[in-house]
Structure formats: C-alpha cells, structure tokens
C-alpha cells in the first residue's frame, strides 16, 4: 500500500503468487515507465483510502495475504487510520498487516514535512495504539533495533542504550499485525 517506486517485488516477491502495488495513478503510471506488469506483478491505481481496491483481492484467502503499509499511514489523520484498518479487518481477518509507526517524538521532524507540503498526521504512543484500533500485535521491532549492523559501532552502543527507553524505542517502529 502506497509502494511508490519500490522494488521489493523484484527483490523478494518472486515467489509470491501474486504482488500488487497500490498507489496513486500518477505513481502507478510512472512505475509504468519504468517497470513492467505481470499476472503476477501487478499495478494498482487508486487512493488507500478509495476502498474499491480491496476488490482485487476477492479470490484470495484473508490468511494468505500480507498487506505493507510502508511511509504512508503517518500521512492520514488517525480516523483515516481507523477508517482504513477497519475496512481491511472487515474485508480481510487474519490477514497479516506489516505497519510501520512514528513515535511521537519524532512530531519534531514534522516542521520539514510540512514545508515540503506533506504534512505527517498520525502519530502514535507505542504499538498499543494499533491494539486499540482493533489490531492483533503479533511482533514489534524498534529500525533502531532491528539491523544494528547498518549502524556504526559508536551508535550501536548509543542505540542500544537509548531503546531502552520508550521514548526512543517507539520513535520508529516496524509493527507486524493481523487484522
């Protein structure tokens, strides 16, 4: 959901049976350009928030079926989230949705997205607020936390330290739900 120009497909999704990649049509025709449809990777133009999408997926068991809401929920407000969940819970239960989450520290940063015209919206305490809106939290990673390796050992340490406090630990976070 809201795959932009990622190419997770082509890195990890070629055993899936199907992929779709949801986005807006002035994304899915530039993703158009630069990449090519398939019976088995295919393009979907449409809102997130346009629930007719949710029609492509009727031959599918709910269970088979991960949803990534990768950089794109933060710019809803939190009864769009509600919205959206909801329908996917109605539509699809016990399908896994893979959530990414802004604490919400990091409202600070926000002051650069919106001069940039993309404001972020929705925030969130820590994975609990996905509990309330109806979601099963099955497992949680702080980015911090997750590929340590990608960090420099100096900030490793640092990182280490710092998650260890709910402040910093649920700045970012990874959240893997059912619906």
């Given at each position: ?172 976070l990874i959240v893997e739900t059912k619906l």
């Open positions: 959901m809201g795959a932009g120009l990622s190419t997770r497909f082509h890195r990890i999704g070629k055993n899936a049976d199907r992929w779709l990649d949801l986005d807006l049509p002035v994304v899915t025709e530039l993703r158009s350009q630069l990449d090519t449809q398939t019976q088995q990777h295919q393009f979907v133009s449409a809102s997130v928030m346009d629930f007719d999408w949710m029609d492509t997926l009727t031959d599918v068991a709910p269970e088979n079926i991960l949803f990534i809401a990768e950089g794109l929920l933060a710019y809803f407000e939190v009864n769009e989230v509600q919205q959206l969940i909801s329908a996917m819970r109605s539509r699809f239960p016990g399908a896994t949705l893979d959530v990414e989450i802004l604490g919400n520290y990091t409202k600070i940063s926000n002051k650069n997205f919106t001069k940039i015209g993309a404001p972020l919206k929705w925030f969130v305490k820590d994975e609990q607020d996905l509990t309330a809106m109806g979601l099963q939290v099955v497992n949680v990673g702080s980015l911090y936390q997750l590929y340590p390796e990608r960090w420099p050992w100096q900030w490793q340490i640092l990182l280490k330290f710092l998650t260890q406090f709910s402040y910093f630990r649920n700045g970012y």
